[in-house]
T-cell receptor
Framework: QKEVEQDPGPLSVPEGAIVSLNCTYSNSAFQYFMWYRQYSRKGPELLMYTYSSGNKEDGRFTAQVDKSSKYISLFIRDSQPSDSATYLC??????????FGSGTKLNVKP | DADVTQTPRNRITKTGKRIMLECSQTKGHDRMYWYRQDPGLGLRLIYYSFDVKDINKGEISDGYSVSRQAQAKFSLSLESAIPNQTALYFCATNEPGGYGYTFGSGTRLTVV
């Protein structure tokens, strides 16, 4: 069983839609959670990070962690064509080793 | 200049050839990493280095070797390339206790 599972998509939505991206994990020791955005032919860029359970909001983006369910989410409000990218979740127990999901490809249609 | 620079950006090589991928960073971090990315498999750790004298194998190190020439430079070598090493390779760096990596733009390697 993989440490982190993520639906690869692709996910196609119209501009302005609310997007929900999700990951599940198996290791209850994970307490640091991150979302990366990766544009085509580029390296991943850190988008958001959270510690333990709860929500964190940054502009149109909200990261949510439910440790009891071992489930994390990234919500994108008012999605834009420029949000079209692959989104990877990542997590760690201690910052020494990070585990990545396989990424969800998002396409926002104008 | 980019914080993490990888060369080359693209490379096609033949089976059995030795190839080196290079990475340099200007972040001043001690920690550096090499990952490969394959469709459906995500990012997998090949090697990592927490400082110049500390090099560790990741989950898929077989067939690869690394050299940490300086704090800023970390090279990945494929001793004898094989087709299933065709992938996108990323170098990354972070600071201890830091949430995120800074990644390079990647090297697309094709082994024919």
């Amino acid at each position: 069983q993989k440490e982190v599972e993520q639906d690869p998509g692709p996910l196609s939505v119209p501009e302005g839609a609310i997007v929900s991206l999700n990951c599940t994990y198996s290791n209850s020791a994970f307490q640091y959670f991150m979302w990366y955005r990766q544009y085509s032919r580029k390296g991943p860029e850190l988008l958001m990070y959270t510690y333990s359970s709860g929500n964190k909001e940054d502009g149109r983006f909200t990261a949510q962690v439910d440790k009891s369910s071992k489930y994390i989410s990234l919500f994108i409000r008012d999605s834009q064509p420029s949000d079209s990218a692959t989104y990877l979740c990542a997590m760690s127990a201690d910052f020494n080793k990070f585990y990545f999901g396989s990424g969800t490809k998002l396409n926002v249609k104008p | 200049d980019a914080d993490v620079t990888q060369t080359p950006r693209n490379r096609i090589t033949k089976t059995g050839k030795r190839i080196m991928l290079e990475c340099s960073q200007t972040k001043g971090h001690d920690r550096m990493y090499w990952y490969r990315q394959d469709p459906g498999l995500g990012l997998r750790l090949i090697y990592y280095s927490f400082d110049v004298k500390d090099i560790n194998k990741g989950e898929i190190s077989d067939g690869y070797s690394v050299s940490r020439q300086a704090q800023a430079k970390f090279s990945l070598s494929l001793e004898s390339a094989i087709p299933n090493q065709t992938a996108l390779y990323f170098c990354a760096t972070n600071e201890p206790g830091g949430y995120g990596y800074t990644f390079g733009s990647g090297t697309r390697l094709t082994v024919v």
